[in-house]
């Protein structure tokens, strides 16, 4: 099965990837991989950090020179700042009166989406935004309710879905799956589902076949890109009201990990539609947030300790390392071919490599807060040109990985 973990590595335009931003949800190629993690242990700078007004569980996106942060107040307003990458320097801000409250407060949860001279934002109550990435000016603006009659209500915890570019296409979550042009916010193909969920979705190239999959309220399942088509359909265990990890998709294979369902890997039909018969199982890793990413052709994941699969044996646990605090709770994992960077939820990152017989732990940073009981990291990290972007409750930092020991 080795063949198959390959992963096909296009851009939100469907093309390569040639530069080094983090545009997105879980970064170029949605899928937690960067080719700058070096290979050893980094020395880190920071380059500065600017005061944030909240906490705010949203990701970061970091592309063209730039870093786009979502913020919140808890109040009345959210914000989303752009800062210059390498100096800091705030270039503009935009607010957007809220003035709700929802559990976890109202903030944004949604990872911002970078996109040819743009970016795309959506609030936790559905408000969606197209800025000018240069001038912060408004390009367009969508309403959940309004546009997409997503009803009153918002989902109990906020619309989290990131905003994701495919193929020239934006796809959103307000109910039903949409995709609109990025440039003018019209819509393109509706989709109906059974509702929303919390789940980012991710791209897929199998074959021929271009679809996005993700969960809605019900189901998981792929649509295509260019029509909106749903090609195939799984019920899933929602019992508990939410499922948030993002499908991982590697070459031909379908990796799916939630807390209220054990772990599966399921492979694609030559026409993008799944093999319901699971390849592999795994009962270990119950991720309530984290999505699991893969180091080389090793599944990792985050379930009272950092876990290790083989996706090539069915999904048998190779070992797992709970002496960490990082890996206690909640964390993201970014990853390259043999090594990864863990981003535990007090602001700490263990960089690791990880094995079939052992996580060897390169060594480990504090990158930002977390102090307090209540002080927890939920949002993504960005690494875009060298530069780890981090955030907590009060700054976001720039932490510069000293090009020493980059690898050659």
Same mark, same amino acid.
């Not at 795994?282 to 990792?300: F, K, S």
């Given at each position: 099965?080795?063949?198959?973990?390959?992963? $096909? /590595?296009?851009?939100?335009?469907?093309?390569?990837?040639?530069?080094?931003?983090?545009?997105? +949800?879980?970064?170029?190629?949605? %899928?937690?991989?960067?080719?700058?993690?070096?290979?050893?242990?980094?020395?880190?700078?920071?380059?500065?950090?600017?005061?944030?007004?909240?906490?705010?569980?949203?990701?970061?996106?970091?592309?063209?020179?730039?870093? @786009?942060?979502?913020?919140?107040?808890?109040?009345? &307003? %959210?914000?989303?700042?752009?800062?210059?990458?390498?100096?800091?320097?705030?270039? !503009?801000?935009?607010?957007?009166? *809220?003035?709700?409250?929802?559990?976890?407060?109202?903030?944004?949860?949604?990872?911002?989406?970078?996109?040819?001279?743009?970016?795309?934002?959506?609030?936790?109550?559905?408000?969606?935004?197209?800025?000018?990435?240069?001038?912060?000016?408004?390009?367009?603006?969508? *309403?959940?309710?309004?546009?997409?009659?997503?009803?009153?209500?918002?989902?109990? +915890?906020?619309?989290?879905?990131? $905003?994701?570019?495919?193929?020239?296409?934006?796809?959103?979550?307000?109910?039903?799956?949409?995709?609109?042009?990025?440039?003018?916010?019209?819509?393109?193909?509706? #989709?109906?589902?059974?509702?929303?969920?919390?789940?980012?979705?991710?791209?897929?190239?199998?074959?021929?076949?271009?679809?996005?999959?993700?969960?809605?309220? /019900?189901?998981?399942?792929?649509?295509?890109? #260019?029509?909106?088509?749903?090609?195939?359909?799984?019920?899933?265990?929602?019992?508990? *009201?939410?499922?948030?990890?993002?499908?991982?998709?590697?070459?031909?294979?379908?990796?799916?990990?939630?807390?209220? %369902?054990?772990?599966?890997?399921?492979?694609?039909?030559?026409?993008?539609?799944? &093999?319901?018969?699971?390849?592999?199982? &795994?009962?270990?890793?119950? $991720?309530?947030?984290?999505?699991?990413?893969?180091?080389?052709?090793?599944?990792?994941?985050?379930?009272?300790?950092?876990?290790?699969?083989?996706?090539?044996?069915?999904?048998?646990?190779? !070992?797992?390392? %709970?002496?960490?605090?990082?890996?206690?709770?909640? /964390?993201?994992?970014?990853?390259?071919?043999?090594?990864?960077?863990?981003?535990?939820?007090?602001?700490?990152? @263990?960089?690791?490599?990880?094995?079939?017989?052992?996580?060897? @732990?390169?060594?480990?940073?504090?990158?930002?807060?977390?102090?307090?009981?209540?002080?927890?990291? !939920?949002?993504? $990290?960005?690494?875009?040109?060298?530069?780890?972007?981090?955030?907590?409750?009060?700054?976001?930092?720039?932490?510069?990985?000293?090009?020493?020991?980059?690898?050659?």
């Amino acid at each position: 099965m080795l063949a198959c973990l390959c992963r $096909p /590595a296009f851009s939100a335009d469907g093309g390569g990837i040639s530069s080094p931003d983090w545009p997105g +949800w879980r970064g170029p190629t949605h %899928d937690g991989q960067c080719a700058e993690i070096p290979t050893a242990m980094p020395e880190l700078k920071l380059l500065w950090k600017q005061r944030m007004a909240g906490r705010c569980n949203a990701g970061l996106a970091a592309a063209d020179g730039v870093v @786009v942060a979502p913020d919140s107040d808890g109040r009345r &307003n %959210d914000y989303y700042w752009c800062f210059d990458g390498a100096t800091g320097k705030e270039l !503009w801000h935009a607010k957007v009166t *809220n003035g709700r409250q929802m559990p976890y407060s109202s903030a944004p949860r949604a990872t911002p989406c970078i996109y040819k001279g743009k970016v795309i934002t959506v609030g936790a109550f559905g408000d969606v935004h197209c800025y000018d990435l240069k001038t912060g000016k408004s390009v367009w603006e969508k *309403n959940y309710r309004k546009d997409f009659d997503a009803g009153n209500k918002p989902p109990e +915890w906020g619309y989290a879905v990131a $905003p994701l570019i495919f193929d020239d296409k934006l796809i959103l979550m307000p109910g039903d799956l949409v995709a609109l042009d990025p440039n003018t916010g019209q819509t393109v193909w509706r #989709a109906k589902t059974a509702g929303p969920n919390y789940s980012s979705f991710t791209p897929a190239v199998v074959g021929s076949v271009r679809e996005v999959i993700g969960y809605d309220a /019900a189901t998981v399942g792929g649509w295509d890109i #260019a029509s909106g088509k749903r090609l195939w359909s799984m019920p899933i265990d929602n019992s508990k *009201n939410y499922t948030v990890p993002s499908p991982v998709v590697f070459g031909r294979m379908l990796l799916l990990a939630t807390e209220s %369902d054990k772990a599966r890997l399921y492979g694609f039909a030559d026409d993008g539609t799944i &093999n319901t018969m699971p390849l592999g199982e &795994n009962r270990d890793l119950l $991720p309530e947030i984290a999505t699991p990413t893969l180091q080389g052709p090793l599944v990792l994941g985050i379930s009272r300790g950092l876990i290790c699969l083989d996706p090539n044996d069915k999904l048998k646990r190779l !070992w797992i390392q %709970d002496k960490e605090d990082a890996f206690q709770d909640m /964390a993201h994992i970014v990853a390259t071919s043999d090594r990864a960077m863990v981003f535990g939820d007090r602001g700490e990152m @263990v960089m690791i490599r990880a094995t079939r017989e052992k996580c060897e @732990v390169l060594g480990r940073a504090k990158l930002c807060g977390g102090q307090g009981k209540d002080a927890v990291v !939920w949002s993504h $990290p960005a690494i875009a040109a060298g530069v780890i972007f981090v955030r907590d409750e009060k700054y976001l930092y720039a932490w510069r990985m000293l090009p020493a020991k980059f690898d050659k």
